[in-house]
């Protein structure tokens, strides 16, 4: 098993930053990746992006201009999100498997994101 947690949410204006935080314990050592997802109501859960177990990393096209993602997968991961837009108001999900496509295997409690206009 592994356990994800995620911190960092919150209530941000337009144009604004956060960093979310996903921290990894348990059996680490069956992962290969992780990822940070993000749902709306209504809505499929979408990848936002990657981090491989050897630092490599991938973006959505659609926030890699604003987002990034880095961290070590055996203890935190991070994401950045600058330039915040209201479409960002989501509930983001950490996740970790073995998938280096779409790591799923376990998944984090998720944290909620509002960007306000």
């Known amino acids: 098993q592994v356990q994800l947690v995620e911190s960092g949410g919150g209530l941000v204006q337009t144009g604004g930053s956060l960093r979310l935080s996903c921290a990894a314990s348990g059996n680490i050592f069956s992962i290969t990746a992780m990822g940070w997802y993000r749902q709306v109501p209504g809505s499929q859960r979408k990848l936002v992006g990657v981090i491989l177990q050897n630092g490599t990393t991938r973006v959505a096209d659609s926030v890699k201009d604003r987002f990034t993602i880095s961290g070590d997968i055996s203890t935190m991961i991070y994401l950045q999100m600058d330039g915040l837009k209201s479409e960002d108001t989501a509930v983001y999900y950490c996740?970790?498997?073995?998938?280096?496509?779409?790591?799923?295997?376990?998944w984090g409690q998720g944290t909620q994101v509002t960007v306000s206009t």
């Open positions: 996740a970790a498997g073995r998938d280096t496509e779409y790591p799923r295997g376990w």
